[in-house]
């Protein structure tokens, strides 16, 4: 990461240029009978100036050299002078009712331009696919679990087709009994927390004031009505994410196919009222897509107040050479992985212009949800990831973001994973707390 720093003089340079710009572009427009572009060349020239005070109180969130940051300003505000007919269109932009104009969410975007598996500050991929520590848990785990452990990142084995729970339709039964228990003195201390079930990205802290096995357990997740009105919330930040194999504009073949398919265990199978939310935000624009996404999740959960939960489904990106594969009572599937958004950063603190009253129950959300899924399928899941920023995270509790395997999975293997992963919600949504 390339961090750059400028001096005040610079900074007024840059300032009187934007200012002249502003001034020339408003006449040019006036001239024109332009009228319709001059609201929506000042708002971006204010942008600009909010940039250029956040890169002088803030040059840690700022990137690039001098001559792309000029260039980018002229290319702006130029554009609007010499636009071709097919480019006149203006594009629309959203701002979510939690958020004024003044946030520097689409900056912090660019930072964190996708949750993937990858430290922020480093760029390297954070190969940690190992399960938790359960020696000593149970006395004999589940045959098999040392070796599923092992293959989390290297196993290339592919899908085995006689088995596969996407082309039988029926799928795996619902595991019924434990196969590791894990001891409640264990779970309340920070240090084996933090080594058997996350993986925290150098972007962000965390201590024991929010993960302690009290606030963790202490959330009640459990649904409180029936399936008569919608409960679960199905959608895709990054909807064009896929796989291996996937076939290029088959959505099928997608993240999107893969929560079809997790939204007809829970409606079928267990008999939960999901709606799957399709909207694509990440075409052309990946790093926005989490603004994108915004107003619609306002809107559906506006419309449909009877929403508990939130799944916001992805597919990681990772090495080549790394394959996210497992096995789950003889079959092979991706493993998934939690991932939360924590708001604070190492070098900022918590960052107040990203709210997120609901970080407790989000983390309680995805630890339940981890500890089952260590119990009933060990080696099912990654760690659960966490990073600065909020990832939408903010307008539901009970909101899990959920990454698929990766691009080296099959599609057969992402499939196969959700029939574990629906098991695994039902439990925590219905079972004893």
Sequence with gaps: MRIRYQSKKKKKVNGAAAVWILGIACTAFLLQGRKEQLARIAEECKILCYEEILEFYMPGVVYGSTEEKTAKVWEQVLSHFFLLGEESTAVASYDTQVESELSYEAILAR????????????????????????????????EGTAETQESAVEQSGEADGGQSAVQTGTGLPGAQEKQVTYAREKLNDFDYLMQNFYQVDSTTTIDGSQLNADALFGKDLRLSHDASTPQILIYH??????????????????????????????????????IHHKGEYDVGDRDHAYSKAGPALEQILAENPSIEVVIDLHRDGVAE?????????????????????????????NIDYLPNPHIADNLAMSFQMQLKAAEYYPGFTRRIYLKGYRYNMHYCPKTLLVEVGAQTNTVQEAMNAMVPLADVLYKVLTGPQ
Excluded: C, W
């Design 321 to 349: 050479t790394t394959r996210l594969v497992t096995d789950v009572g003889g079959v092979q599937m991706a493993q998934v992985m939690f991932f939360n958004g924590l708001s604070r950063t190492t070098k900022m603190g």
């Design 237 to 274: 930040t990054h909807s064009q994410e896929g796989y291996a194999d996937s076939v290029p504009g088959d959505p099928s073949g997608t993240v999107v196919g893969v929560g079809d398919y997790l939204t007809k265990i829970l409606t079928e199978q267990y008999g939960l009222n999901v």
């Design 111 to 142: 930072e964190a331009a996708d949750e993937n598996y990858v430290d922020s500050e480093t760029g390297e991929v954070v190969l940690t696919g190992e399960t938790p520590d359960v020696a000593g848990e149970t006395g004999a785990a589940q």
